[in-house]
């Protein structure tokens, strides 16, 4: 059974940092792209960031250079180092395979930026 856990999310501050993990479970997860997604509130889901197995990274016009994501293949986590932080970064964000398995979702984990 795949378990995505989302974890790290909060309330902060905008120009404030967070950092999201997420626990991959059930998957040989060292040969899967993996994505951090977000959803705020009346839109749709976007890919926000994704990384090959090999590391190679891209992002969204929205966060690049202000986001980073990484990987710990041992550990099977994928993390999304968020700096910078803007209102309309506010979402919950989600890990998954990219392309994303409908059937992964994860809860997500909430991010608000709010003075």
């Known amino acids: 059974q795949v378990q995505l856990v989302e974890s790290g999310g909060g309330l902060v501050q905008p120009g404030g940092s967070l950092r999201l993990s997420c626990a991959a479970s059930g998957i040989i997860f060292r040969l899967n792209v993996m994505g951090w997604y977000r959803q705020a509130p009346g839109k749709g889901r976007e890919l926000v960031a994704h990384i090959t197995s090999g590391g190679s990274t891209a992002y969204a016009d929205s966060v690049r250079g202000r986001f980073t994501i990484s990987r710990d293949n041992v550990k099977s986590t994928v993390a999304l180092q968020m700096n910078s932080l803007k209102p309309e970064d506010t979402a919950v964000y989600y890990c998954?395979?990219?392309?994303?398995?409908?059937?992964?979702w994860g809860q997500g984990t909430q991010v608000t930026v709010s003075s």
């Open positions: 998954n395979l990219m392309p994303p398995n409908n059937n992964y």
